[in-house]
């Protein structure tokens, strides 16, 4: 448990511009309006006086947002089908366990309500003590983290619905300790204010910890009160809190999990609606799945993995319902143009982005570079139409997005903190995903512009004073030189991006709402160590516009050293990781470009990065092999490999995970 301090450190008063862009049209926002909260003390005493007692009341309150029945009085599953069944089956084998071990437990019976809010009365056993147990959050703090998170998560990650979310966050101010609640809404809010938590700076970050593995406790627990579909939903934002804490490998290990969970529980399932609740549980289904999908390739792109899920459009796109425009959330008047922007439409942008993951990772593998060999042969014989369909299929995506995401179009809503953050995250990842694409070609470009030891003078395939449009020299020289300038323009961008876009934490005050409109620093740090290293080897080519990148290169180094000071998370040791290493190569560059991979990376850094990039040296769940080296030829090894990384241009493609291994 946190020390008592830190409540009153983490408290935070709720700004009157975040109040206001979130409060009205109150049915529809936050469960109430903060600025006019009585005292909690005369609250209380008015629930007391007009309420009845709360174990009689809680005991049929039932708020659903996802729910495996409809209200039509359907009869649920036949004993021995469909989802029943499964939790049959693993209820008897959890029982059986139990029993062989000596471990055996009452269970609780399954219940159909996604949100039931349940006493801890004198039958009821807590996942922990009091002491291990953190205290209720200050009710204006809460609300702050709440609203928080609708518009800055939420919007982006629309799991479930906004409606029920809010009635059941009133029922949850019954519980005067959120930690003494047992169902599934007390494990998802819990995780929901981790998530906003990480966003201020006041909040203490042990007491983020604590609530995290509280409600890890809660949904890992056998006594788990709530529908499988309400812990698949809480395990999804178990791993949101994973990433953005800089745990990616056990976000990768736990997202692949839920996708498989999903999967089992039937989400790919093309049934049609028969009535508007259904239609609600299938738009509800198919969110939480793309959601999890975008999540696990962003993970992958982190890890340098292909993705788990070779056809993520196997369960269909989501549509937007009525209650899914972003005026809903925000508390704006709807646009009379009737152009209204939906949180739905900014899911389905990333996820269509997202479905390029896949060729983007092989098209990596494939235009690799071995040191010692020919890159005029390995260009040669690459195949590049996967690079060009890809390329092409990435511009249409582009030119296909609603004017609201566009950033080469004025919008009328472009004043809108929700549309300006969707507009400049989705633009983010956009150059992402095009820097991974263009990349290899840079890497290629530098290979040929190094010694080649095909050539009995060592002179290489391409040179400054070798005009690109010499009729001996092939197209794909061509090709080669205009992706690396590209790409090194793309890297520009993004560093743009990010410091236009980037301002601080929040702190609580009036400009919280416009504070840090575009990604979150956990994903800036990974594209500006990108972004750095691809400046680095575009410096390198023989290409003529790559000068003016020195700006581009102060900026990913002023950045990072400002990420450096956010928080005393992961994010601060790898941003800290991702300066040092990139000024360690810039040195090494300037002394010999031949020597870089050895003098700019240390031993592991190095070992993880051969491990990494030469295939199979990282395993599904996303750690390391271990090596089978024996120990009395380490010395000898490792001189041999120091030796063989000579004029390896492996750190062009070397990401962050490179730089911590498994502590990632």
Not at 184 to 207: K, N, P, T, W
Not at 267 to 283: D, K, L, M, P, V
Not at 381 to 409: C, G, H, M, N, V
């Amino acid at each position: 448990m946190p020390p008592a301090t830190s409540h009153k450190k983490a408290k935070i008063s709720h700004s009157e511009d975040e109040s206001r862009s979130l409060s009205p049209p109150r049915q529809q926002t936050l469960p109430r309006n903060i600025s006019n909260v009585a005292p909690r003390s005369q609250r209380k005493r008015r629930r007391d006086e007009s309420s009845p007692p709360r174990h009689d009341r809680n005991r049929h309150d039932s708020v659903e947002v996802y729910s495996i029945t409809s209200d039509d009085g359907d009869p649920p599953n036949p004993p021995g089908t469909g989802i029943n069944a499964h939790i049959s089956r693993l209820t008897r084998l959890q029982q059986a366990v139990d029993a062989r071990t000596g471990r055996v437990k009452t269970e609780a019976p399954f219940e159909d309500g996604i949100f039931s809010l349940q006493d801890t009365g004198p039958d009821c056993v807590p996942h922990s003590t009091i002491a291990e147990s953190p205290a209720q959050l200050p009710s204006d703090l809460m609300d702050s983290l709440i609203a928080t998170y609708l518009a800055r998560d939420y919007v982006n990650w629309p799991i479930f619905d906004l409606s029920d979310f809010q009635s059941a966050c009133e029922k949850v101010r019954d519980v005067q300790d959120l930690t003494a609640g047992l169902s599934g809404f007390h494990a998802i809010l819990m995780m929901i204010l981790c998530l906003s938590g990480l966003r201020y700076r006041q909040v203490d970050e042990a007491y983020l910890q604590s609530l995290f593995n509280h409600a890890q406790r809660m949904t890992n627990s056998p006594d788990w009160q709530s529908t499988p579909w309400v812990r698949v939903q809480c395990l999804f934002l178990q791993c949101q809190y994973l990433n953005a804490t800089g745990k990616s490998k056990q976000a990768w290990a736990l997202i692949g999990y839920n996708i498989r969970t999903m999967q089992t529980l039937g989400f790919q399932s093309h049934a049609t609606a028969r009535n508007g609740r259904e239609r609600q549980q299938r738009e509800l289904g198919r969110r939480l799945w793309h959601s999890a999908i975008i999540l696990e390739r962003m993970l992958a792109l982190q890890l340098g993995l292909p993705p788990q899920v070779n056809n993520p459009l196997q369960v269909h796109l989501p549509t937007h319902l009525d209650t899914d425009y972003i005026d809903t959330v925000s508390g704006r008047t709807p646009n009379s143009s009737g152009d209204r922007p939906s949180i739905i439409e900014f899911l389905v942008a990333c996820a269509r982005l997202y479905t390029h993951v896949e060729d983007i990772t092989a098209w990596e593998s494939e235009a690799r570079t071995r040191p010692d060999t020919c890159a005029a042969k390995k260009l040669l014989a690459l195949d590049i139409s996967p690079f060009l369909k890809t390329d092409a299929l990435l511009y249409d995506w582009q030119t296909s997005l609603p004017s609201f995401l566009r950033t080469d179009e004025t919008f009328e809503l472009a004043d809108d903190p929700i549309v300006r953050r969707q507009r400049h995250i989705l633009h983010a990842r956009y150059l992402y995903l095009r820097l991974r694409l263009y990349r290899p070609l840079l890497a290629l470009g530098l290979a040929l512009s190094a010694k080649c030891p095909c050539r009995s003078n060592k002179h290489p395939h391409m040179s400054e004073t070798d005009p690109s449009s010499s009729i001996n020299s092939p197209i794909l020289v061509t090709i080669v030189r205009d992706t690396s300038l590209k790409c090194a323009a793309i890297a520009a961008t993004l560093v743009d991006l990010i410091e236009e876009t980037e301002d601080g934490l929040l702190d609580g005050g009036p400009d919280d709402t416009w504070r840090s409109a575009g990604s979150p620093y956990w994903e800036n740090v990974e594209y500006l160590y990108a972004c750095g290293i691809v400046v680095l080897a575009a410096r390198l080519c023989p290409s003529p516009g790559v000068a003016p990148l020195k700006r581009a290169w102060t900026r990913v180094i002023s950045l990072l050293a400002r990420y450096e000071g956010f928080r005393a998370g992961e994010y601060t040791r790898f941003a800290r990781l991702g300066r040092s290493t990139l000024e360690n190569l810039a040195g090494a560059l300037q002394r010999d470009v031949d020597d870089a991979m050895v003098m700019g990376l240390d031993g592991e850094v190095r070992t993880r990065l051969v491990e990494r990039t030469s295939g199979g040296a990282v395993d599904s769940s996303g750690g390391r092999r271990r090596q089978s080296q024996g120990h009395s030829q380490s010395q000898s090894q490792s001189q041999s490999q120091s030796q063989s990384q000579r004029r390896n241009l492996g750190w062009v493609e070397s990401l962050l995970v490179d730089l911590v291994g498994d502590d990632m």
